[in-house]
């Protein structure tokens, strides 16, 4: 092994060490009340690590939401085989957001309060997460027959609207609204029945139109 390469995989173990270590502290003391040297001697490295790694607290946080996302979509992809028909899929996939959501509640609470205080971390996780979620969602959309012959930004809208309805009944309504669960994933998954036979019946109108007429929009 050169030294080169031990000296990568070392970072790596570090890195890993001290997101780790930062997830935990900042989901059980919050954000503000966790300092830098509670993160470095969780993870069992130097302090200046987290500096030369990260340049600062808020750096790791972001670091963090990278990496959790990148993880999500790779299990999106990995533990969720397609369904057989759009409608389907579109089911399923909000059922996966809200128990992704649900999973994730008490790192979502260190998040969400610090993007609305730090415009410059609120920017950054749309770019890291909704956006990164959404397109990953729209590629597994656009594999399905029922979906070529709608417009990519109706594939790009549906996509999104599957993260909000994960969001809404995933965290909002049950961790801050206070409403039953099992209540708010039900209602999830009747909206999401509503909504994949919207998209199937645009899909089948697409599918059979003269292509030298206006696309038929899915949401108006």
């Known amino acids: 092994m050169t030294v080169v390469h031990k000296r990568k995989r070392d970072r790596t173990a570090r890195e890993r060490a001290l997101l780790l270590a930062a997830s935990k502290l900042f989901a059980s003391h919050g954000y503000e009340a966790t300092t830098t040297r509670e993160i470095a001697a969780q993870a069992g490295c130097a302090e200046g690590l987290i500096h030369r790694y990260f340049s600062n607290k808020a750096g790791l946080l972001l670091a963090i939401i990278r990496h959790r996302v990148s993880q999500e979509v790779v299990d999106l992809h990995s533990r969720l085989p397609l369904a057989s028909a759009a409608g389907d899929?579109?089911?399923?996939?909000?059922?996966?957001?809200?128990?992704?959501?649900?999973?994730?509640?008490?790192?979502?609470?260190?998040?969400?309060?610090?993007?609305?205080?730090?415009?410059?971390?609120?920017?950054?996780?749309?770019?890291?997460?909704?956006?990164?979620?959404?397109?990953?969602?729209?590629?597994?959309?656009?594999?399905?027959?029922?979906?070529?012959?709608?417009?990519?930004?109706?594939?790009?809208?549906?996509?999104?609207?599957?993260?909000?309805?994960?969001?809404?009944?995933?965290?909002?309504?049950?961790?801050?609204?206070?409403?039953?669960?099992n209540v708010a994933k039900k209602m999830a998954g009747t909206i999401a029945k509503i909504m994949a036979r919207m998209f199937e019946s645009a899909a089948i109108a697409g599918n059979g139109r003269d292509h030298s007429q206006r696309p038929i929009p899915l949401f108006t």
């Open 89 to 181: 899929e579109i089911v399923q996939l909000v059922d996966w957001e809200v128990e992704r959501m649900w999973k994730d509640r008490e790192f979502l609470r260190v998040v969400i309060p610090r993007a609305l205080l730090d415009p410059v971390l609120g920017r950054a996780l749309t770019r890291i997460g909704p956006l990164q979620r959404a397109n990953a969602i729209s590629e597994r959309l656009k594999k399905f027959e029922e979906c070529r012959g709608l417009p990519d930004q109706e594939i790009v809208a549906l996509s999104h609207f599957i993260l909000v309805l994960g969001f809404m009944f995933g965290f909002l309504r049950p961790l801050v609204l206070r409403q039953n669960r």
